[in-house]
Structure formats: C-alpha cells, structure tokens
C-alpha cells in the first residue's frame, strides 16, 4: 500500500475541533504552505479604526488580497511572499530580513508560524504591526511568554461576523467557525490591550464604530 504524504495533522472523524468546523482542524488537507487568502473586506474595516504609515510591507501576500485593496486606499504597498504566488515579490523569506522598515507591517501569517512572524514583525517596524489572526491566538503559555507578556498589543479588533480565508486562489469558501481578529502592536507600547468590535457591515453602512 502506497506511503499517504505527510502532510499536517488535521483530526479525525471523532475531532471536537472538525465537529466545529475550526479551520485549522477540518477533515482535510491543510493548504500547500499554510495559504488562505484573506478577503479584503477585512483590511478596509480595519482602515476605519486604526491610521497607518502610507508605507505598508505586507510580508505574507499571497495572491495580492490584501496588497491589492490596500493600494486602492491610498496605501504603498511592498508586496512579498516566501512562495512566488504571481503578485509582488516571491522567494523573500521575511523570517530573515534584518533590515528595518520605514513604515508599517500588515498580513494574514502563516498560522503555524504566527509567533515568528509577530516577532520579526515587531523587529523590524518603525510604529505598527498589524495581523490577521484567530481570536484563539490569544491562547497559551508559549505565545503568552513569547510576544504578549514582552509585547502586548495595544488593541484587539474582533469581527462580530465570520470572516472567510480561501484556499489557495480559490473566490468561495464554505461559512466558518472560526473567529478572526486584527491584532494590533505599536512600537513600544508596554500597557493593556483595548478590545474592540467590528464588522464587515460598516462598510455599507459608513457606520465608523460599534462598540
């Protein structure tokens, strides 16, 4: 019988964690080096609430989901990705760039490497860091000591409505379980986080604040 891939774990028909759907669980496949597009949406709500250098590096672009919305706010935008995906600049490992960056750090990371990525993050920006995460991220004593207890963020933005990570290039998904935050640091901000909410509505709304 043929050796199965080795892929990450991802439960079994007896997972809580598939009974809920959690993305990260599911009874499939994770995707090819952990690549979900993010749905723009998510970055314009975002744009509302918080102010952010005119100089953005999204570090983990994909596809150009979030790049391509932010550069139609205004934004300019440094586009990079370990995997060449066919926008920005692929072959870029951002877990060794050392050189500092004159604006500001926002992108959905991968989510095995999420503290990595946060810290690195934190490295190299001039003022803020801002990430797309599961609300779960919150959890544990390892990330706890690693970046929250040394590097709380300032705030927590919690979508009130599921938000939708696509497969690969893929334009539909199905609903999810899961909930997504921004997460947002600022450069030397050693006090607690303020949490927010916020939904993709207020974007046909032009409502500016829930909570």
Same mark, same amino acid.
């Given at each position: 019988?043929?050796?199965?891939?080795?892929?990450?774990?991802?439960?079994?028909?007896?997972?809580?964690?598939?009974?809920?759907?959690?993305?990260?669980?599911?009874?499939?496949?994770?995707?090819?080096?952990?690549?979900?597009?993010?749905?723009?949406?998510?970055?314009?709500?975002?744009?509302?609430?918080?102010?952010?250098?005119?100089?953005?590096?999204?570090?983990?672009?994909?596809?150009? *989901?979030?790049?391509?919305?932010?550069? %139609?706010?205004?934004?300019?935008? #440094?586009? @990079?990705? !370990?995997?060449? /995906?066919?926008?920005?600049?692929?072959?870029?490992?951002?877990?060794?760039?050392?050189?500092?960056?004159?604006?500001?750090?926002?992108?959905?990371?991968?989510?095995?490497?999420?503290?990595?990525?946060?810290?690195? *993050?934190?490295?190299?920006?001039?003022? %803020?860091?801002?990430?797309?995460? #599961?609300? @779960?991220? !919150?959890?544990? /004593?390892?990330?706890?000591?690693?970046?929250?207890?040394?590097?709380?963020?300032?705030?927590?933005?919690?979508?009130?409505?599921?938000?939708?990570?696509?497969?690969?290039?893929?334009?539909?998904?199905?609903?999810? *379980?899961?909930?997504?935050?921004?997460?947002?640091?600022?450069?030397?901000?050693?006090?607690?986080?303020?949490?927010?909410?916020?939904?993709?509505?207020?974007?046909?709304?032009?409502?500016?604040?829930?909570?």
């Amino acid at each position: 019988m043929a050796e199965k891939p080795n892929h990450d774990w991802t439960g079994n028909s007896q997972s809580s964690y598939a009974m809920i759907g959690a993305s990260n669980h599911a009874l499939e496949y994770r995707e090819q080096d952990d690549f979900y597009s993010t749905d723009p949406d998510a970055i314009e709500v975002l744009f509302k609430h918080v102010s952010f250098s005119d100089k953005i590096w999204e570090c983990a672009c994909g596809n150009g *989901a979030l790049s391509k919305r932010m550069e %139609k706010l205004g934004k300019q935008v #440094k586009s @990079t990705d !370990l995997v060449d /995906r066919g926008y920005g600049v692929g072959g870029v490992n951002f877990l060794s760039q050392t050189e500092p960056f004159d604006g500001d750090i926002i992108t959905n990371p991968p989510y095995k490497y999420v503290t990595e990525f946060v810290l690195k *993050a934190i490295e190299l920006t001039q003022d %803020k860091v801002a990430m797309f995460l #599961k609300l @779960t991220t !919150l959890e544990g /004593r390892e990330r706890y000591e690693k970046i929250f207890k040394p590097y709380p963020p300032k705030d927590v933005y919690v979508f009130i409505n599921r938000m939708m990570c696509f497969k690969s290039d893929a334009e539909t998904a199905k609903s999810s *379980a899961v909930c997504f935050a921004w997460f947002i640091w600022q450069k030397g901000y050693n006090g607690l986080p303020t949490i927010h909410w916020i939904s993709t509505k207020e974007i046909e709304t032009n409502q500016t604040k829930l909570f």
